[in-house]
């Protein structure tokens, strides 16, 4: 006797839980430019939500300057991901050089600024590992620009040194600054300074060959290597970047910032024994430049 059963097929669903709040995280923020040494390369683990940030004590962390706000902002979880609110600040918060409304979600590298300091928001299980390459990256590229610093120049300018005596190529470089540079911070503020900065790095970056090296030398100068180049093209270079500069709309909430540079130019020669006679011959045609007027190329 053959039985019939009447046979249903359950289906259930099954939706993953988002992860508690208070639940363990290995988020982090990294601290890669502020006005405070003893900030720079600090780590904060995102173990509290919220967590705050300003110029109070009360701030799990704790930022100074001029334009952070005592309760600036606060970092804060929800289901797992981190949001970054700004807490009605007098200068704004920034995600990626763009002010925030009022709150935005974090993702991975994301770079927040608040006052001077910008720190950069680490996430996932190798956050750790994404930690340490922070810190080595620091020790090569600027933060506030994102390109190389001073240590990363010379250390190529070195290198380029000994191949252009060794093969007898040319070596050129540029040393610029901008222009009243002081003037800008003054009249616009310093965060309007670091606006000026960052968008001066960014429209001379795209005129940057690989074999080029493009560093912030300090403050408001930067310094271009350019090997295997002779100095009608290095002054050629230098004409069109002060050109595309001082033609450029540098804009910073609403307002037009007039921006212009001095460039000084310098080629590699016999008597230049270390990488700081080359520059220090490019230091003197830019001093040269800005004796001359300013917005000029000295060669």
């Avoid at 300091?117 to 590992?129: N, Q, R, W």
């Amino acid at each position: 006797m053959t039985a019939d059963y009447d046979e249903k097929t359950r289906v259930t669903q099954v939706q993953q839980q988002a992860p508690a709040d208070d639940s363990p995280s290995n988020d982090c923020l990294v601290v890669i430019y502020t006005a405070e040494p003893g900030l720079l390369g600090k780590r904060f683990v995102l173990e509290k939500s919220p967590t705050r940030v300003g110029r109070g004590a009360d701030s799990q962390i704790v930022l100074e300057g001029d334009s952070v706000s005592r309760r600036h902002a606060h970092l804060e979880r929800r289901a797992g991901a981190w949001y970054v609110v700004d807490d009605g600040s007098t200068n704004g918060t920034y995600v990626n050089e763009e002010q925030i409304a009022r709150e935005q979600l974090l993702v991975n590298g994301d770079r927040i600024k608040v006052g001077p300091s910008i720190l950069k928001f680490l996430s996932g299980a190798d956050a750790e590992a994404k930690y340490h390459e922070e810190i080595y990256r620091m020790t090569i590229v600027d933060g506030l620009t994102q390109i190389h610093n001073k240590r990363a120049l010379f250390e190529a300018l070195e290198k380029e040194l000994m191949r252009a005596r060794r093969y007898e190529r040319d070596l050129s470089l540029l040393m610029f600054d901008i222009d009243f540079f002081k003037r800008i911070n003054d009249q616009y503020g310093h965060l309007a300074g670091d606006h000026v900065l960052r968008e001066l790095a960014r429209i001379v970056s795209e005129r940057i060959r690989r074999e080029e090296v493009f560093a912030r030398y300090g403050g408001e100068e930067f310094v271009i290597l350019l090997p295997e180049t002779p100095l009608p093209g290095a002054a050629a270079l230098a004409e069109s970047l002060r050109a595309r500069v001082a033609n450029h709309s540098f804009v910073f909430q609403g307002e037009r910032i007039p921006v212009t540079v001095s460039i000084g130019t310098a080629l590699l020669g016999e008597n230049d024994k270390v990488a700081a006679d080359l520059i220090q011959r490019a230091d003197e045609k830019l001093y040269e430049a800005k004796r001359g007027g300013r917005n000029r190329v000295c060669s």
